[in-house]
Nanobody, 124 residues
Framework: QVQLVESGGGLVQAGGSLRLSCVAS????????MAWSRQAPGKEREFVAG????????YYADSVKGRFTISRDNAKNTVTLQMNGLEIEDTAAYFC?????????????????WGQGTQVTVSS
């Protein structure tokens, strides 16, 4: 059974930083492209960042480019999202996703598995 468990969310002031982590189990992690998506109340799920199976390729939504960094550790079955320069508009539930032999790119429908999410709230 595939499980993706996110952690690291919380409340932060605008301009601050958070680091999200996702630990995967029940799959051969090095065969999966990984991604982060987010969903704010009343809005659709949107792709935030993705990374290839090797970790050499990364992709970002325009809204987070230059502020967020995705990385992975295949030895620890972990993918992280470093979020700097947080803005109020970044407030959302953040989800970790996995795509078998995926490209690491959008859309979110490319990803077969998703975690339960972790809440990020940015205050002014």
């Amino acid at each position: 059974q595939v499980q993706l468990v996110e952690s690291g969310g919380g409340l932060v002031q605008a301009g601050g930083s958070l680091r999200l982590s996702c630990v995967a189990s029940g799959l051969t992690f090095s065969n999966y492209a990984m991604a982060w998506s987010r969903q704010a109340p009343g809005k659709e799920r949107e792709f935030v960042a993705g990374i290839t199976v090797s970790g050499r390729g990364t992709y970002y939504a325009d809204s987070v480019k230059g502020r967020f960094t995705i990385s992975r550790d295949n030895a620890k079955n972990t993918v992280t999202l470093q979020m700097n320069g947080l803005e109020i508009e970044d407030t959302a539930a953040y989800f970790c996703g996995a795509a078998f032999l995926g490209s690491g790119r959008q859309p979110v429908s490319n990803y077969q598995f998703w975690g339960q999410g972790t809440q990020v709230t940015v205050s002014s």
